[in-house]
């Protein structure tokens, strides 16, 4: 990849300091602005909301550092697919898991993207049908002809599915449409709504109307989704989009639980970067309801297996198994970054929990990375502050497999 998307970071920069850990553990603490700032612009294919998504600069520092073209990138918590598509573009192979089906609907599209004369021939294909029904009132989100848009778009998807005979083309454009379901531009499908793409419920969403006095307008869906496949393929090279291709030949997509990834061969994966759910932060089954709904999937049944642990203990324990098993999918020599949060207000401190889990099962704690920088979740940049509950540094754990 070209040097013009992201600026070398100077290693200078970094404030090294060793910590003491209540186990006993004595670690290198790295502080420093590792991602953002002083970096350009990410390649644009990665602008695809999800909750706590992190920015693509963030596994590109171990993409870059820790692996070569060809070896193995895996994210075992891959929500929009941060990792492995940044993995893709810099010519390594990938395997991603996450327990949201969404992710795969997310990601697996991006690494085909369309030729602009394939994605207008199939929008002008799809037929938009009137008289659909459906038992879900979403009106207070969507004018009525957009409705019924919406909704021929989604039965075109499931019965291509079902046929299977859906291509790269319908499965870019059902990713696509899935991310301009709602937000608070004429960009979406819905009427002005936030955050974008974490549906609020019904209910709320007509409190918004009432206050803004707002009624749902006409959205020419088809129109959206091509002026947004164009910005996510803005800045993309010929180079990566061989990259991309490439990766898909053999890119491996699990929907299942982190610690039961048994498709995954031992000792294969070079590299991982990953940040798993937070205790109690994100509801990400609620907040993709509307997504879920569109492409067919029961996000109740999704929520049972969601891990959204509300005591520490509970937590770790899950990531303790998730750990064992990262380890054995891992090399000899492999390198895990292990994103965790500052949570509740900086009282609990994921990293020191993470520690002596890891290095319990095998691994030795290379150094434990923070980046320094106030707001790092892409939260901000939808102008989220966050809140008391909310996470605000990067903290990385980063364990080799000896
Ligand atoms: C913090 S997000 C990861 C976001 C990702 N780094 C990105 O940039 O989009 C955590 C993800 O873990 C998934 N998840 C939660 N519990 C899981 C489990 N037990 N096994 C696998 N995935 C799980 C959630 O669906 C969510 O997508």
Redesign the pocket.
Known sequence: MSDTQFAPFIESDIAHKKVKLSSGEVIDYQFGEFWTNKQRQAPSIHEIS?????KPQLPDYFIERFTNPGDLVY?????????VIQAAIRGRQIVQ????PL?IVLTKARLTPPTDAELATRLKEIPIQKGLKSDLDLSMFFEKKTFQEILSLRQYFIDRRANKKNDHIDDWIQMVATNRLTGHSSGFFSVYTFPPNQAVSAKSQIRINEKRQQIPEYRDTKKIILKKSKGLLRNLTEEQRENLNKAAKTAKFLN????TTKTIKDNSVQLIV?????LDI?Q?VEDNWMRCWFNNFDAEEISN????PKDLTKWNE?MSD?LAEIFRVTKPGGIIAF?VGEIRKGSIKLDEEIVPLGEKLGFTTEFVMINTQEFTKTSNIWGVTNNDSGTNTNRIVVFKKP
């Open positions: 999800y909750r706590a998504c992190f994210d075992p918590f891959g929500g929009r697919g941060t990792t898991n996450d327990i949201n992710s299942t639980t982190s610690n990953t940040s798993p759910p937070f994100v990400y297996q969601i891990t959204v899950i998730v994103e």
